[in-house]
């Protein structure tokens, strides 16, 4: 009779750990694209730090 109740405990913590894969992966796709989405519809909606920007600008310079 213990064999079987600890097949069972087995049994249902693999069914956990395979049910909680399969959500981990669906909420990663699903994350993935609305990160591509996002990196789609983005144009420059971003400013850079002041010092970040007089570095870029000299670098452009130099070129």
């Known amino acids: 009779m213990e064999h079987i109740a600890v097949f069972f405990v087995l049994l249902a913590a693999a ?3 395979l049910g ?14 609305q990160e591509k989405q996002e990196r789609g519809n983005q144009t420059a909606a971003y400013q850079l730090h002041p010092k ?11 070129q």
């Open 52 to 62: 970040l920007k007089k570095e870029q600008e000299q670098r452009e310079k130099k």
């Open 15 to 17: 069914a956990i750990v």
């Open 20 to 33: 909680l894969l399969f959500f981990s992966f669906k909420l990663l796709k699903k994350i993935q694209q």
